[in-house]
């Protein structure tokens, strides 16, 4: 699986998938032991943080001049009522109207389950299978006096729930509902600040611990199950790995050929896990044995590619210039131009929240500017195809002036670790 692949997943396995520590085949006798400590005792997001969120909404919707938003399962769901739930050819909503409470459509032998993890609201209306869902959509909608004017759906909803929906709705039209729903999410709390935090602090421990581990003749398979195994023992959720060796590693998001460790083998893992739903993503490159010349320069230019991102990540900038000075910098080495390579072939970095690549990113001709509570990954990989590829990546957040990191990245290919940030306050 590509790290996109690994990144749909985490949202079907959630907080319930256990892996077990026997699950690397490398020296199967081997146990997870002496495992650094995290201290887990963080809260989840409360009822009266989403009645916060549902009230910031409903005031962007008035702005906006929409009417209603339509949701279905996902991210944004999630984030406004706490519900968990996945997309089928069943039809689950939420509707949230400008003024008024917020109601949800379900399958009616779904309606236990749904209830379950909804923090707030009462109102779920349920259809039978001969039944149309949309038609309680609109009943929703005309009860809450928003069946007319702009209807907002996200750009993931399925056609068909658009179509189906609008098509009973002869005074309304579709709107995009993603200035509403990411006019929310870009911007953090001190709360979903500390959340994402402690995701990376376990994701960090994790790679001390596999770090100390890793040996000639483990394969690609062995380290991405033992560091997917090590986050879940330390407490993350949906953990994920990629682990590119040699040659492979020249592929940001891997290929199907199986490596090994060898004497001097790059590897290049790229990692992360859930907290209560927020997501980290921290990605590390070692040499087995004796790095050459040629690696450690390369390392050495990423180290210095993110710090240059990173100072340049101020309140006020462009995020695309983010991109633009790393590139700047690595074409006076010789890399590039821009997404040539050798160099830098992917974005200097994504947003980050629940989901593990959001809105907005640091790429080229960006021009949201940056603003308090933003937070981002900083990965200026250089990418040498046929030879080896480096890639460090740290995840920050925008404060009142400029970048802070929740991880700190590695010192040197040495010390290629990094540490911990303090807590957010």
Avoid at 59 to 84: C, H, N, W
Avoid at 392 to 404: F, S, V, W
Wanted: proline share 4%; aromatic share 8%; with cysteine.
């Amino acid at each position: 699986m590509d790290k996109r692949s690994f990144l749909k997943a985490t949202a079907l396995t959630l907080a319930g998938s256990a892996i077990s520590p026997m699950a690397f085949s490398f020296e199967k006798k081997e146990t997870l032991n002496n495992l650094p400590t995290v201290n887990m005792s963080i809260e989840p997001i409360s009822i009266s943080e989403r009645k916060e969120r549902i009230a910031n909404a409903q005031k962007i919707m008035r702005k906006e001049g929409v009417s209603a938003i339509v949701l279905e399962p996902g991210a944004a769901m999630d984030y406004f009522t706490g519900i968990q739930w996945w997309r089928s050819e069943r039809l689950t909503s939420v509707v949230i109207p400008r003024d008024g409470d917020i109601a949800v459509v379900c399958p009616f032998f779904e309606e236990p389950s749904i209830r379950e993890s909804l923090s707030v609201g009462n109102d779920v209306r349920v259809w039978q299978e001969h039944e149309s869902p949309f038609v309680k959509v609109r009943q929703i909608l005309k009860d809450r006096r928003a069946d007319k004017g702009l209807i907002g759906f996200e750009n993931t909803v399925r056609y068909f729930v658009l179509e189906n929906t609008m098509s009973l709705l002869p005074d309304a039209s579709h709107t995009s509902a993603n200035p509403i729903t990411l006019g929310c999410r870009m911007y953090k709390s001190t709360h979903e600040l500390q959340l994402l935090h402690k995701a990376n602090e376990v994701t960090l421990r994790a790679y001390e611990y596999v770090y100390s581990l890793l040996k000639i003749g483990m394969t690609q398979s062995d380290v991405k199950s033992l560091m997917k195994a090590t986050q879940s023992k330390l407490g993350g959720s949906g953990s994920w790995c990629l682990a590119l060796f040699n040659e492979a590693s020249a592929f940001p998001h891997g290929t199907k050929e199986e490596q090994s460790i060898r004497e001097g083998s790059i590897v290049l893992m790229d990692s992360g896990c859930s907290v209560h739903g927020y997501q980290s993503d921290i990605s590390r490159t070692f040499v087995i044995g004796s790095a050459t010349q040629k690696q450690k320069h390369i390392w050495d230019t990423v180290r210095q590619g993110q710090e240059i991102a990173f100072e340049k990540a101020k309140v006020g900038v462009e995020a695309g210039l983010v991109d633009d000075a790393v590139r700047k910098y690595y074409e006076t080495l010789n890399f590039g131009p821009k997404y040539k390579l050798p160099g830098l072939s992917h974005r200097t970095g994504h947003g980050i929240g629940m989901e593990g690549h959001e809105s907005i990113n640091f790429v080229h001709g960006e021009r949201t500017p940056l603003v308090k509570g933003m937070c981002f990954s900083n990965e200026p990989g250089i990418y040498i195809p046929n030879q080896f590829g480096v890639r460090l990546e740290d995840c920050l957040y925008i404060g009142d002036k400029q970048a802070h990191w929740f991880t700190e990245p590695p010192i040197s290919l040495d010390a290629p670790i990094g540490k911990l940030t303090n807590k957010i306050t």
